[in-house]
T-cell receptor, first 116, second 115 residues
Framework: QQQVKQSPQSLIVQKGGIPIINCAYE??????FPWYQQFPGKGPALLIA?????SEKKEGRFTISFNKSAKQFSLHIMDSQPGDSATYFC???????????????FGKGTSLLVTP | SAVISQKPSRDICQRGTSLTIQCQVD?????MFWYRQQPGQSLTLIAT?????????ESGFVIDKFPISRPNLTFSTLTVSNMSPEDSSIYLC????????????FGPGTRLLVL
């Protein structure tokens, strides 16, 4: 079953807007939460990641907000640009039901379109 | 970080055949990972490859279908065997950094279409 639930499936914002993508998880053993950006025809690229002992992390225009009690985390993109149009994936890692213990459990992705 | 490449970038194959995908990292890494990304779906880990030992497969994936080699610290291959149209996916390799290999960097992927 999907270990990480991501919403919305797609999102359209105007340039300069702040798209917000949300993810929720159930497994309290997860201890690492990265976000990836994927452009068509490319592999996912690591954007930013957070651990549960921190409630917020910023890197450039990208911010992760983390709510441990609610088991939710979100990605905010400040001053979004058309070049940010891509698919965004959240993920979670920890001692889950991965045989190797190394699996990143991905959400289903959010297709973001930033219009000029 | 290290640069990771894959070959081929895409292929169209006939049902019943096999395809071997190569993954090369430009520096030595401990763990390499193979993921599958089905059309419009999220990524799912197939197996973890550690040099000098058998690959560890995740639930739902078996060695007979997806044999993996890891001959050295910079290279790995994934074979998709006896392919069917359901195997049409993007196959991605990655490598990990950090004590728990949690920071994973992905290659560009191999886009496979099985007819």
């Amino acid at each position: 079953q999907q270990q990480v639930k991501q919403s919305p499936q797609s999102l359209i914002v105007q340039k300069g807007g702040i798209p917000i993508i949300n993810c929720a998880y159930e497994n309290t053993a997860f201890d690492y939460f990265p976000w990836y950006q994927q452009f068509p025809g490319k592999g996912p690229a690591l954007l930013i990641a957070i651990r549960p002992d921190v409630s917020e992390k910023k890197e450039g225009r990208f911010t992760i907000s983390f709510n441990k009690s609610a088991k939710q985390f979100s990605l905010h993109i400040m001053d979004s640009q058309p070049g940010d149009s891509a698919t965004y994936f959240c993920a979670a890692k920890g001692d889950s039901n991965s045989n190797s213990g190394y699996a990143l459990n991905f959400g289903k992705g959010t297709s973001l379109l930033v219009t000029p | 970080s290290a640069v990771i490449s894959q070959k081929p970038s895409r292929d169209i194959c006939q049902r019943g055949t096999s395809l071997t995908i190569q993954c090369q990292v430009d520096s030595q890494v401990t763990m390499m990972f193979w993921y599958r990304q089905q059309p419009g779906q999220s990524l799912t880990l197939i197996a973890t490859a550690n040099q000098g030992s058998e690959a560890t497969y995740e639930s739902g994936f078996v060695i007979d279908k997806f044999p993996i080699s890891r001959p050295n610290l910079t290279f790995s291959t994934l074979t998709v065997s006896n392919m069917s149209p359901e195997d049409s996916s993007i196959y991605l390799c990655s490598f990990g950094q950090g004590v728990a290999q949690e920071t994973q960097y992905f290659g560009p992927g191999t886009r496979l279409l099985v007819l």
